[in-house]
Each structure stands twice: as structure tokens, then as C-alpha cells.
């Protein structure tokens, strides 16, 4: 009776080891599938990342008919740092392998086109939280690793929800990229060249960025794709957004996200009001706002460009008029690319 008693337990013991040791194993083969799972992952969104950077050809500006011997403006410098946080690793190779800043149309369109008192170096770092920032001690303009990441999330998180595609995410963290950077350059250029603007600087440089963002756009770009662009980065002024707010955010030096993002919907619709109808009848922008647009975002092109004109470099000199020539050329072309809304 008791041998038969130990025989039994020895067997049920066996059993439930085995059971444990199996189900040890098989713990540790589905963290070996989602490491895999995670790695492969990151290794499409990279591939994504920089076929859609090595997609776009930037919008070069054509030097002045007798260039040679002309100066050039100040060429901007670059720089990726490399974090001392493995999660922000794959970050910094996505940046500093596929040489990122380098490939932004719009930063390599104004590169070493100004006259600028000394180079604007752009740096991509590590800062222990998100942000982007014009240094002008430094004169540099920083984005951090951890924004990518809070971009990139968002970005899937979009896609998720809304059924956006596997390319969504990525597209969403370079064209915000873009954005941020150029809204940072323009807090470098209005220090560095004593722009004389009046109203809120936070303003101006959301103009800039959106102006720059329309005006040099890479050529292979369609003008659906740079409203999409645009759209994508008003929908950040968003996320960021709680809806509630205290004193400080009232008395802040920037608008309320919300603000940010009618403001820029605002330009986008107003830039060509027929095309862009769907902003309004959407209902991303009251009709009662829509109706100054056009006006607003005529104002806002012309200003920035008469702002900067005097301090483009003599090789690319030009009027005011000769500039919009080529940005109606340009805007042309980018019609050209953009896909009619019918089949044939
Ligand atoms: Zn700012």
C-alpha cells in the first residue's frame, strides 16, 4: 500500500516538474519569438525610415545666373551624439546611420543659402526627456532621441486606432521631425539675424516652419503629400493636449495646442482654399476662422519671405518676385506628382 503510495507520488511529482521545465521552456521561447518579433520590427521600421528619407530629392535653389566668384552663405554643421540609454539606441542609429538631418528637404534646401554670423549646428542627443531646443549660447539646434520616441509611439498609436497602414508611424515621426526642426531654426535665425517681428516669436516660427515646409519640400513630393505633412504635425500640437488648463499654460510664451493646431490648419486650408475644402467641410477649421485664411496665409508667406530675402547669400540673390516664380514652378511640379482623385 505505501509502496504503491510513493510510486504515485514519485509519477504526479515527475509529472509536475515536467510540466514546469516545459513551461520554463516554452516562457522562454516566446521571449526569444518577441525578442525576434521586436527586432525584426525595428529592423522594417528602419528600412521604411530611410526609404522614405532616400525618396526624397530636396528642393535645390538655383544659383544666380553669374554665380562664380559669388559668396556663399554660411553651411549649416551636424551632429549625432550618442545616448548612454539602450532604449534610445535604436534612435540615434536611425539618425546618425541614414545621416538624417542631412536628408530633411527643407534644412538641406536653406543649407549654406544665408549670410549668417556663424554656422547653426544642428545636434540630435540624448536629454533625458523630450524636447527640442535653440541653444544661442551654442548656437544649436537640438532635438533629443526621446521625442523620436514619443513621435514614433503617437505615430503607431494613430495607426492602430485609426487603420492608418504599417508606413504611418513612420511617416508621422519624419514629418513631425521636420517641423520641430524647422520651428527651432526659426528661433535661430531671428536671433542670429536680428529679424525684426513683432507679436509672439512661438507664433512666428509655427509660420516659418509651415512656410518653409511649403515652399521646399522635396521635388518628388506631392502637394497632398506636404499637406499631409503639415496636417500631421497640427495633430502633435494635439496629442500634447489635455484640454485642461491652469494659469501657467494661459501665461505661457506658447499658444494652447489647440490654437497651435487651428492656426496651421489654417495656412494649409488658406494656401488653396479649393483643394483644401475638406479642412473646413470636416470640421478641423470653423468656417467662421476659415474665411480670413487665404488673406492670413498670403500674409504670412509674403512676410517671412521679405524677412529673409536680404540675407540670402549673393550666389543665390534674388527679388522678390523672381522667388515666387521659381516656388509657383515648384508647386507645378508637386501638382504634377500628386495622384488624381479618379481613375481612368
Ligand atoms: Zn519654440
Known amino acids: ?193 536680428e529679424i525684426p517681428i513683432t507679436g509672439r516669436e512661438e507664433d512666428a516660427v509655427d509660420q516659418l516652419a509651415t512656410t518653409l515646409m511649403q515652399r521646399f519640400a522635396g521635388i518628388n513630393e506631392s502637394s497632398r503629400q506636404v499637406s499631409d505633412n503639415l496636417r500631421m504635425a497640427s495633430n502633435w500640437f494635439l496629442a500634447r493636449s489635455t484640454g485642461q488648463y491652469n494659469l501657467d499654460a494661459y501665461a505661457d510664451e506658447h499658444a494652447l495646442g489647440e490654437q497651435r493646431y487651428f492656426n496651421l490648419q489654417c495656412l494649409v486650408y488658406g494656401s488653396n482654399p479649393s483643394r483644401y475644402l475638406g479642412i473646413v467641410t470636416d470640421g478641423d477649421l470653423p468656417a467662421a476662422r476659415a474665411k480670413a485664411c487665404p488673406a492670413e496665409a498670403r500674409r504670412v508667406d509674403k512676410a517671412w519671405l521679405r524677412l529673409l530675402l536680404p540675407h540670402v547669400a549673393p550666389k543665390y540673390e534674388m527679388t522678390e518676385e523672381k522667388a515666387n516664380r521659381l516656388f509657383e514652378q515648384r508647386e507645378r511640379e508637386r501638382n504634377r506628382n500628386t495622384e488624381l482623385p479618379y481613375v481612368r
Do not use: W
Open 1 to 193: 500500500m505505501k509502496l504503491r503510495l510513493i510510486v504515485l507520488l514519485s509519477v504526479a511529482l515527475g509529472l509536475v516538474s515536467g510540466a514546469f521545465l516545459y513551461s520554463l521552456l516554452s516562457v522562454k521561447r516566446q521571449e526569444k519569438a518577441v525578442a525576434a518579433a521586436r527586432a525584426q520590427g525595428r529592423a522594417d521600421a528602419e528600412k521604411a525610415m530611410a526609404d522614405e528619407l532616400a525618396a526624397l530629392k530636396p528642393a535645390v535653389m538655383k544659383k544666380v545666373a553669374n554665380a562664380e566668384g559669388k559668396a556663399d552663405g554660411v553651411h549649416f554643421a551636424y551632429e549625432y551624439v550618442a545616448p548612454k540609454t539602450a532604449e534610445l539606441e535604436p534612435f540615434y542609429k536611425l539618425a546618425h546611420d541614414g545621416d538624417l538631418l542631412r536628408h530633411l528637404p527643407e534644412i538641406k534646401a536653406i543649407d549654406g543659402m544665408l549670410m549668417l554670423p556663424r554656422p547653426i549646428k544642428f545636434v540630435m542627443a540624448e536629454c533625458r526627456e523630450p524636447n527640442a531646443f535653440y541653444s544661442p549660447e551654442r548656437a544649436e539646434v537640438v532635438m533629443c532621441y526621446e521625442t523620436m520616441k514619443v513621435l514614433l509611439e503617437r505615430g503607431q498609436q494613430l495607426a492602430a486606432d485609426q487603420d492608418l497602414g504599417d508606413d504611418y508611424a513612420q511617416k508621422y515621426l519624419a514629418a513631425n521631425l521636420r517641423f520641430i526642426l524647422l520651428h527651432e531654426t526659426g528661433h535661430a535665425l531671428i536671433d542670429m539675424l
